[in-house]
């Protein structure tokens, strides 16, 4: 079948859609932002990325403390998922307004989502300017797991997590599982 | 429910599993290399960052051509995306290996892979060291999108394009469309 062209844009799917938290260093608000371009970046250390507007209000909070939380969503805070990408924590408290608790983290002072499944604490170690956008490059420092979605092994059930993919501008739910890394050489 | 803490590792999903095509300047042999690390970095320009361990053999050939390919492959090619991640370019030619055609890019020097429905050309912008792997910037130079998953408006019907879900060593299919971007605002 023919292809059609289309110009440069972020074509890339699927990609991961996670809650960005992170402190305000003076006033000690905490606040969210909804962040699908984000990914690994790095095995060893661990790094992480998320790029920022830079006039997004996490922009500046997590260049002044130095440390943001990746807390992964499950399909049924899709709404709330949402709102933290359209609004602005300028104006409104995200924790507040999604029923959300701030949990202390362990290693950083931005707090975690406690209801997220899984919370990734993150030191920023460095911050690219790329043009719309701004890389934050965090390395990972600890990982929390809820036990409901650990199996043996220190496995995670994903259909338990149920983590939200984005396509382009659409949510959508995980489907099956169809294999794991290296199943070709068996 | 308590949760449980872990080291530092790639924490991270759901991300993206896509295929990298490349090309030796001087033999003119194509490469592919399957990525996970990889995501989408900033929006103007638009630039996506695949990460590549220095040893890989397709860290080379990109770093000297300056430009790749990001084929996004369906579920029906999980073996050959699996291969193409756990075999080297030095040992074998994995397009023949995978059945897959190399076809010219517009673009770039990288070929595109025909049976992937969407190619995204990309001009190397930038390569950082940050550890185990080296991250590759990419800014995107023109996207391809098979007619058979393309829907009116530019659109892509994700049902059909179906692509790979990675889950930390998991690959995962798709499951439903559960909303869009700002439907919170409505």
């Keep these: 079948m023919p292809k059609t062209d289309f110009p440069p844009k972020e074509g890339l799917f699927p990609v991961p859609v996670v809650l960005v938290s992170s402190i305000d260093k003076v006033t000690q608000a905490a606040n969210i932002i909804t962040i699908a371009w984000c990914g690994v970046v790095c095995s060893a250390p661990a790094m992480l990325s998320v790029s920022i507007r830079p006039s997004r209000h996490s922009h500046r ?3 002044e403390t130095g440390d943001f939380v990746i807390n992964i969503p499950t399909g049924t805070m899709l709404k709330e998922v949402d709102l933290c990408g359209i609004r602005s924590g300028r104006d409104i408290d995200k924790f507040k307004a999604c029923s959300f608790t701030a949990e202390p983290s362990s ?6 989502i406690k209801e997220c499944p899984v919370n990734i604490e993150c030191a920023l170690k460095n911050i690219i300017s790329l043009g719309a956008h701004d890389m934050f490059i965090g390395e990972v420092q600890l990982i929390h797991v809820d036990n409901n979605i650990l199996v043996p092994k220190d496995g995670i059930d994903y ?5 939200i993919v984005f396509n382009q501008g659409e949510y959508w739910s995980l489907g099956k599982r169809i294999g794991h890394y290296g199943f070709s050489a068996r």
């Design 107 to 112: 290693k950083v002072l931005s707090p975690m």
């Design 159 to 163: 259909a338990k997590a149920s983590p």
């Design 61 to 63: 909070l997590i260049k």
